[in-house]
């Protein structure tokens, strides 16, 4: 395994270890029982995309959405930074809600082989993806209304790390089912399809100052990049990718992903030879 792909898995074990801490922690702390030196607070303190959903009702009113702390804001503004630099490199290398789908993938790979993250043709697929966008405005619209996080009810994400609580609705175990489920045959699907933080940062790839670019000068279109690709994007169509379901996670890359060819897809930040600024 490269070295740039190795750290990227011990990466994600580590922000899965830390989220799935912060979740225990945050039950035993009400128990007067913290493990120290683990933060006591709430997963929706520690979620950057509370600090989304708040931003209403902080300009309108000046406070936070209920259980949405100040950290959510400081978090959304540093994942917003390095989105601004690379892309959302929070959802491919950090996200451990997309790690936990990666996990389930690897299963669903070994049971359908090839034929994995491939049973819903392309030509529909790209437009399924953005169903997401319509997750992200019904979730700030009635955060906005309500005052309260709705979207946590039907929160996979919530209901993986809080299912032993007794707070998590029918509806968040309903979607944590159909994720595992879909995770079977779909590469990372509720980032694909449902995710709303996905397609906010998915917004940076069209602006990201490191872009995804691939040299058509040396690409030998052996189409290595898009069966590498855990979001079925067309890499090799395409001159920049600035494709907005990219989440920066290095799998197709000539350094450290299946491109047999050095230099033929890299992240930098100038046009490499041969390469169009197609999107």
């Given at each position: 395994m490269?070295?740039?792909?190795k750290?990227?898995?011990?990466?994600q074990?580590?922000f899965?270890?830390?989220?799935?801490?912060?979740a225990?922690?945050h039950?035993?702390?009400?128990?007067?029982?913290?493990?120290?030196?683990?933060?006591?607070?709430?997963?929706?303190?520690?979620?950057?995309?509370?600090g989304?959903?708040?931003?209403?009702?902080?300009?309108?009113?000046?406070?936070f959405?209920?259980?949405i702390?100040e950290?959510?804001?400081?978090?959304?503004?540093?994942?917003?930074?390095?989105?601004?630099?690379?892309?959302?490199?929070?959802?491919?290398?950090?996200?451990?809600f997309?790690?936990?789908?990666?996990?389930?993938?690897?299963?669903?790979?070994?049971?359908f082989?090839k034929k994995?993250?491939?049973?819903?043709?392309?030509?529909?697929?790209?437009?399924?993806?953005?169903?997401?966008y319509?997750?992200?405005?019904?979730?700030?619209v009635?955060t906005?209304?309500s005052?309260k996080?709705?979207?946590a009810d039907?929160?996979?994400?919530?209901?993986?790390?809080?299912?032993?609580?007794g707070?998590?609705?029918?509806?968040?175990?309903?979607?944590?089912?159909l994720?595992?489920?879909l995770?079977?045959?779909?590469?990372?699907p509720?980032?694909?399809?449902a995710?709303?933080?996905?397609?906010?940062?998915?917004?940076?790839?069209?602006?990201?100052?490191?872009?995804?670019?691939r040299?058509a000068?040396?690409?030998?279109?052996?189409?290595?990049?898009?069966?590498?690709?855990?979001?079925?994007?067309?890499?090799?169509?395409k001159g920049?990718?600035?494709?907005?379901?990219?989440?920066?996670?290095?799998?197709?890359t000539?350094t450290?992903?299946?491109?047999?060819?050095?230099?033929?897809?890299e992240?930098?930040t100038s046009?490499?030879?041969?390469?169009?600024?197609e999107?």
């Open positions: 490269k070295k740039k792909a750290a990227r898995r011990w990466i074990i580590a899965f270890v830390v989220a799935a801490l912060i225990v922690n039950t035993l702390a009400e128990s007067g029982t913290a493990i120290p030196f683990v933060a006591e607070a709430s997963l929706h303190a520690v979620c950057p995309f509370g989304v959903v708040t931003l209403y009702n902080l300009a309108t009113t000046g406070t959405v209920q259980k702390h950290s959510s804001l400081v978090l959304m503004l540093i994942v917003f930074g390095a989105a601004i630099l690379v892309g959302p490199i929070f959802c491919g290398w950090i996200c451990p997309g790690t936990f789908q990666e996990w389930l993938g690897k299963l669903g790979r070994k049971i082989k994995y993250n491939k049973f819903i043709p392309y030509k529909y697929d790209k437009y399924l993806r953005f169903l997401r319509l997750v992200l405005i019904w979730a700030v009635m906005a209304w005052g996080i709705i979207f039907f929160d996979p994400y919530y209901a993986l790390f809080q299912f032993w609580t707070e998590v609705a029918v509806t968040g175990f309903i979607a944590l089912f994720v595992v489920l995770s079977l045959f779909v590469e990372r509720f980032c694909k399809y995710c709303p933080y996905g397609a906010v940062l998915g917004l940076f790839n069209f602006i990201r100052i490191f872009a995804l670019r040299n000068d040396t690409c030998i279109s052996c189409s290595a990049c898009d069966n590498a690709c855990p979001m079925n994007i067309p890499v090799s169509r920049k990718i600035m494709n907005h379901q990219c989440i920066s996670c290095f799998e197709c000539s450290d992903g299946v491109c047999p060819v050095s230099g033929t897809l992240f930098n046009a490499l030879k041969g390469g169009s600024d999107n």
